[in-house]
């Protein structure tokens, strides 16, 4: 297809700016263009067909099944964008005096309180502008706890295994050293691997639950405990809340702080990278280190304060204040009993296609009961046909279903993890099914098909390497 550029056709175009209605001003001769912008000429409903045309390229959610484990691509309610576009929300200040700013404080401060509620916490902060850096913020928390009462020997962070990958890397950016424990062959946390870790040099636990093959730690009370009683903290990785939010909170297992991601679990379109938002929420003992401000109530006022010994900002004023909205809406449009009924829709979705597709012949990394997302590997199916994970998620571009998570988590072999979500019918479910069995089928006798998938997408394979290292973003005028 051509690029806007080349459609473009000079003195063609729209030419719609209204006349000006403020008085003209001069720039300064140094700001001015010396020629002119190398923009696209072209009438509107060529503009038109060349957006629809490229739209057609691509696959969201809209076009069909979505089942991208660990991310959480889920369906995002329109009446969140409908509260996300109000004027009042979109034409706010961050400078503005706070009592013109009253209803947007009380959307911060609603929040605040339904995510600490649904998480077990005492306060959050709506700081963080993503996972890794809610990640980045609680570690931060549990260093200036360790540092104010003057412990300065902690420097370790525990993480297991089938940690997000993120974890380890946000412990590092905080300072600390990453100590890995590994997981038992149910692919839970090896309590024996976790006792030997422990010593005064502990700073605390970071835990992803449920952990990056989709399972619950059926011994999380003991985790916590074994970390607490050497004098560390415990820190959650909610990311993936929409498996147990409104049933289990972090809070109760004994975590001192958690981040959850708005983009994935509270509904906000997150694919081509952003923006999104990564509270976190603490104890009442961390409350006092969070970054400021924080919207708080005030008899039936509401402002911004700082907490007292807060260790700064992570983020230029409030975080992503439109991602907030968005999940505002989400949780009082679900309700108290709309939350729980998500949760408990995105394991039985998820557990439904695992049956369907063990029983028809798919491996899985780990059978049994899974929560809101499973990995199955290839790993057998690669040594007797040569057909990868990689082929298979290509040819389900075919049939209109777009890939599972390939190749993740590192611990399970050509994985594919696949995540279906609270708010995919049955019907979606069993077709795609019966695509995931036909392409097993196909796998047995036809693998050569597999290896050239997929055959109906206007791209086939690019090459990964150079698209993810050099992509080419920019047109350039001669
Ligand atoms: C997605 C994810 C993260 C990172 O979140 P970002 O918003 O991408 O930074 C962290 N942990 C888990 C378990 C995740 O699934």
């Known amino acids: 297809m051509k690029l806007i550029f080349e459609r473009s056709r000079s003195g063609r175009g729209l030419g719609l700016l209204p006349p000006c209605d403020v008085p003209r001003c001069e720039l300064p001769e140094n700001a001015r263009r010396t020629g002119r912008p190398a923009l696209p000429e072209i009438g509107e409903i060529d503009l038109g067909r060349h957006y629809t045309e490229l739209a057609k ?32 929300f979109t034409g706010i200040h961050p400078l503005q005096e706070e009592q013109t700013a009253q209803g947007c404080l009380e959307v911060l401060y609603r929040t605040q309180k339904a995510l600490g509620e649904i998480t077990g916490m005492d306060a959050v902060s709506l700081q963080p502008a993503a996972g890794a850096h809610g990640e980045y913020t609680g570690l931060l928390l549990i260093r200036a706890y360790h540092q104010a009462r003057g412990d300065l020997a902690r420097t ?90 409104g049933i289990a909170r972090p809070g109760d297992m004994g975590f001192d702080c958690v981040h959850v991601n708005l983009h994935k679990t509270f509904s906000t379109p997150h694919g081509g990278g952003g923006p999104g938002s990564g509270p976190v929420g603490c104890k009442e003992f961390l409350a006092p280190f969070l970054p400021g401000p924080v919207a708080e109530k005030k008899g039936d006022t509401y402002a911004f304060a700082v907490p007292a010994q807060s260790f700064g900002r992570v983020r230029t004023f409030c975080g992503n204040f439109l991602v907030v909205v968005r999940a505002l809406t989400y949780i009082l449009s679900l309700g108290k009993e709309g939350i729980p009924a998500a949760a408990q829709g995105a394991v039985l979705n998820a557990n439904y296609l695992m049956k369907k597709l063990a029983d028809g012949g798919y491996e899985m990394a780990y059978p049994g009961i899974c929560m809101h997302e499973f990995v199955m590997t290839l790993e057998e199916l690669k040594k007797e046909t040569g057909v990868s994970a990689l082929d298979v998620a290509k040819r389900l571009l075919d049939f209109g279903i777009h890939p599972p998570t390939m190749y993740f988590p590192l611990i399970v072999h050509e994985a594919l993890m696949v995540e279906p979500t609270e708010t995919e019918s049955r019907e979606t479910l069993d077709e795609a099914a019966e695509v995931f069995l036909k392409i097993l089928d196909e796998a047995k006798n036809d693998p050569e098909n597999l290896h050239t998938a997929p055959h109906r997408t206007p791209i086939g394979r690019p090459d990964e390497v150079t698209a993810a290292r050099t992509p080419v973003l920019r047109w350039k005028a001669e």
């Open 57 to 88: 390229q691509t696959h969201g959610v809209n076009d069909g099944f979505y089942p991208l484990g660990s991310c959480t691509m889920k369906y995002n309610p329109r009446i969140n964008e409908e509260m996300a576009a109000l004027p009042g």
């Open 156 to 245: 370790k962070i525990i993480v297991p295994d089938s940690a997000h990958g993120t974890n380890p890397a946000s412990a590092v950016m905080a300072g600390f050293k990453v100590v890995n424990v590994p997981s038992d062959e149910h692919g839970f946390v090896d309590l024996d691997g976790l006792r030997a870790a422990m010593g005064p040099d502990v700073a605390g636990l970071m835990l992803t639950n449920p952990n990056t093959v989709g399972l619950f730690d059926p011994n999380i009370r003991t985790i916590t405990d074994i970390i607490h009683e050497a004098g560390g903290l415990c820190y959650y990785d909610g990311a993936n809340l929409n498996a147990v939010m």
